[in-house]
């Protein structure tokens, strides 16, 4: 694998016995409730299968026979494929890797007031996530444009990923784009992750049916996601939750593997806590970053990789409350093992994306590259030999081979961080965290050109964008 990490000794948030209790009562869910499927082929679909459909409610049940057959034909590997080989992405159960966010505005560069992005910022967003190290993947980066129409925005934003970066990318559901991206990804031959969602409490609305049947027909993984406000559209409890959120999940990938038995699936959630004192998402919360943990923890009973729209922070800005709540969601998250985690550049409970966060979690993603790589333990590193030579003071190990062999391997050295003394920082601007990943982005944007597309391929994209727009507009 050339890109990601490892976590190969994931933490347990629940005991085996609790994982398969919530396993259980989800069964009863799915067996005595049911989920509701708000489209008439994925209806068709599930009750040739076996499941009890009430045609009129598009109510369907399952039984455990149809479940357990559905998850027996998921595949042990498969993968995310980019423009460049180099970035594909495998997942066979423990790789980790980190991508950005998404959000309905932007961090104006010039006023830093919030504002809805224009394509040509999409472009350097796609551009600055294309050059930096630890984003293994890009998302859509704008869920909005100023200057195209709402209807087709979306496919827009796609073609600005595909032109100018050769990660791998994440398919969207809403406004029947699915079949617009499979479209494009097979321009510029890549395996995309097509996302799609549920709408809580246990309803797979029409977009999340057409997304997984499109994509899984395309031959693309599908992440089938919980989306619930705990306390409103989910149980307050956090146990309760991952119930519903696991009926809502497994109906969704039972439909998934009935379209093209042996496509790759994530587990995906994006279920928030929901502050009773505002009757908003607690999107910073250490409680997001548990839940993530602990449906880690379920997907893989499942064998089945997690994907996470978190970590995330409630501040309005890159400030130290950003850096907290996300740090703790992502140690979390990363000791956990989630697979994909999706949360670079947001902030304010993801409404907005900023360019200076992008950086700065660029450099706490290579912190937790550093943390789960762990702690070397050999006769090289247990260095008795050395000790003995070296013996007590005045010895010294700064004049050793072995210091300056393993000093890089066994320290994260920061690409952003300040290790400067006070004087030196202030001689030099005394720049904090977000100048100084402001300098970054300014460098980056001026210095980076990423791999373009082939003439073909580029003109391709376009001949589909003049599609979208006049299937749609």
């Known amino acids: 694998m050339g890109i990601g990490y490892r976590c190969e000794n994931p933490m347990k948030m629940l005991t085996d016995e609790e994982v398969v209790r919530i396993h259980e009562k989800t069964l009863e869910v799915l067996r005595e409730c049911g989920v509701k499927f708000e489209d008439a082929e994925a209806l068709r679909i599930l009750e040739d299968a076996g499941c009890e459909v009430d045609r009129n409610s598009g109510l369907v049940k399952f039984p455990v026979s149809i479940l ?18 180099k970035y594909d992405l495998k997942f066979s159960g ?57 209807e087709v925005f979306r496919e827009w934003v796609q073609a600005s ?85 696991n009926a809502e999940v497994l109906a969704g990938m039972v439909l998934t593997q009935l379209v093209n038995p042996g496509i790759g699936m994530f587990y995906g959630s994006e279920t928030l806590p929901m502050d009773m004192r505002t009757g908003r998402l607690a999107t910073g919360a250490v409680e997001v970053g548990i839940l993530s943990a602990a449906t880690a923890q379920v997907a893989r009973y499942y ?48 409404f907005l994306l900023s360019y200076e966060q992008l950086v700065i979690d660029n450099e706490m993603y290579g912190m937790m590259g550093r943390l789960l790589e762990g702690i070397r333990v050999d006769d090289e590193t247990l260095c008795v030999d050395l000790i003995k030579e070296v013996g007590p003071i005045p010895g010294t190990y700064l004049n050793k081979k072995h210091t300056g062999r393993f000093w890089e391997e066994e320290n994260y050295i920061p690409r952003l961080s300040s290790r400067k003394s006070h004087g030196k920082w202030k001689k030099e601007g005394a720049r904090d965290i977000v100048g100084l990943a402001r300098e970054k982005v300014e460098d980056i944007l001026k210095t980076h050109k990423p791999a373009p597309l082939s003439k073909e391929a580029d003109q391709e994209l376009g001949r589909i964008l003049k599609a979208v727009e006049k299937e749609k507009l």
């Open 94 to 150: 423990d790789e980790v890797y980190f991508t950005n966010h998404a959000a309905p505005k932007i961090v104006d560069w010039d006023t830093g007031a919030p504002k809805t992005a224009t394509l040509e910022d999409v472009d350097k967003m796609v551009t600055l996530i294309d050059a930096l190290e630890d984003y293994h993947a890009c998302f859509g980066t704008a869920m909005s444009l100023s200057d195209k129409p709402p």
């Open 303 to 350: 064998g089945t990789p997690y994907m996470a729209l978190y970590p995330m922070s409630d501040a309005n800005v890159p400030d130290q409350q950003c850096g907290y709540e996300k740090a703790t969601q992502l140690v979390l998250a990363v000791m956990a093992g989630v697979n994909y985690n999706i949360s670079g550049g947001g902030v304010e409970d993801e």
């Open 68 to 85: 357990e057959e559905a998850l027996g034909k998921k595949p042990d590997i498969f993968y995310l494929r980019g423009r460049n080989p």
């Open 161 to 245: 990923i595909f032109r100018h970066t050769e990660k791998s990318t994440i398919g969207t559901a809403l406004k029947g784009c699915a079949k617009w991206m499979v479209e494009m990804a097979a321009v510029v031959d890549e395996t995309i992750m097509g996302c799609s969602c549920s709408s809580s409490p246990l309803v797979c609305g029409e977009g999340m049916c057409r997304a997984i049947i499109e994509y899984a027909r395309g031959g693309h993984p599908v992440s089938v996601q919980g989306g619930a406000a705990m306390g409103a559209t989910a149980p307050v409890t956090i146990a309760g939750t991952l119930v519903m959120q």
